[in-house]
């Protein structure tokens, strides 16, 4: 099975009020000044994970740098990082799919040009809304105008793959408002589109003050508006939340997120990062140790590993579930049973009971998402739960 590496940094200017993500608050300059020491411990950690497979790992398919803010970070930082990940792999610059998260207040065309030299070929601008009073409220600390810059100058940095993140049912927001959005986002000509509804998360600012949101009417008028609007402007839904351009031959979908949704392997390194890997048939989840600071001081061969579980036969079928089923075009009967180890027999049983709920529909050895799945991915979640 192939693997992807995540690689996580851990640290914002400002919390976003409706952030739930393990990201600490904390100066510019004071993210310099850890920079070094994190980019050791990130190389350290991941030298211990290649422990993990004794033949060598296995063929690697994509990086993602996430956060947090990782384009806080220098380009030279990140250069270094990377060279040494690429080394090691013996893996060469534009031959795999390797994504950095940006705050459009973070970047500059100096940065940009780094990070692309430095073998980073795709790029996820954090816009949420072009609306200033929206980002105000979400505790966003970019611009609308820094927004246009950042793409401009991304462009300008050779980025031909460019995602824009944007979010729906603001605050008080009106389903116009969400398609004025939208309709901002796709001038700017991005690759890919992110658009995702906001929802309040009990430990984050909003959870402990809830905004007052749309009601259910709005965001249901939003959504049918917002998929309509983006199909008609050439983007393709691929999964719940991500939309890619239609560009001929070319494949603007994030080949990362996609591992995640076919319930493949993947690696964390970093501060919170969490890890999915199949051995000896089982399937294992894990996570780092969740504080910066105590995650650089675990030197050497200490471990960083703050949790670790085997996923039980019983909660199989859900923990796959909520990753397959968020796939448009669906996925393959084989490829489920090959990624879980359920047996055949259960596997039946659980997809018969979706088709007669008619959250699934079978096309030959393919299992696709109706549309009633699409939209109401929690409780279809819970009724398998029960």
């Not at 980025?159 to 796709?186: E, H, S």
Request: aromatic letters at 10%; proline letters at 5%.
């Amino acid at each position: 099975m192939a693997l992807s590496l995540y690689i996580h940094i851990p640290w914002c200017v400002k919390k976003c009020y409706y952030c739930d993500f393990n990201s600490h608050q904390a100066s510019r300059d004071q993210v310099l000044r850890h920079e070094q020491n994190y980019i050791q411990a990130l190389q350290q950690d991941w030298r211990q994970e290649l422990n993990r497979f004794p033949h060598g790992p296995p063929q690697i398919t994509s990086i993602f740098i996430g956060g947090g803010t990782p384009s806080l970070f220098s380009a030279s930082a990140i250069d270094q990082l990377m060279r040494s990940l690429l080394d090691e792999w013996g893996v060469k610059k534009d031959s795999i799919e390797i994504t950095i998260e940006a705050n459009p207040a973070t970047t500059d065309n100096e940065k940009l040009i780094g990070f692309r030299e430095s073998g980073i070929n795709r790029i996820s601008f954090g816009a949420q809304s072009f609306e200033p009073l929206q980002l105000q409220q979400l505790g966003r600390i970019h611009s609308v105008e820094e927004i246009y810059t950042a793409m401009t100058q991304a462009r300008q940095a050779g980025f031909t793959r460019i995602n824009i993140d944007l979010m729906y049912g603001l605050i008080n927001q009106t389903p116009w408002q969400c398609l004025n959005d939208l309709q901002k986002a796709t001038e700017l000509e991005p690759d890919h589109i992110s658009w995702y509804q906001l929802t309040i998360e009990p430990l984050t600012a909003f959870g402990k003050r809830p905004p007052p949101l749309p009601e259910d009417e709005a965001l249901w008028a939003m959504t049918c508006d917002g998929l309509d609007f983006l199909g008609q402007h050439g983007f393709e839904r691929y999964e719940i939340s991500a939309w890619s351009k239609v560009q001929d031959t070319i494949d603007q979908r994030c080949v990362h997120n996609i591992n995640y949704w076919e319930y493949g392997d993947f690696v964390g390194i970093g501060a919170g990062a969490h890890s999915k890997i199949t051995q000896d048939e089982n399937i294992i989840r894990y996570a780092k140790i969740a504080s910066p600071s105590q995650y650089i001081q675990h030197a050497g061969n200490q471990s960083r590993v703050a949790s670790c579980e085997t996923v039980q036969a019983s909660s199989l079928p859900l923990d796959a579930l909520m990753n397959f089923m968020r796939l448009c075009e669906g996925f393959a009967i084989e490829k489920f049973k090959a990624r879980t180890n359920i047996p055949d027999p259960t596997v039946d049983e659980i997809l018969q009971h979706l088709l007669s709920n008619h959250w699934i529909e079978i096309h030959g050895n393919n299992i696709i998402p109706s549309q009633k799945a699409l939209r109401f991915q929690t409780t279809m979640l819970l009724e398998i739960c029960a």
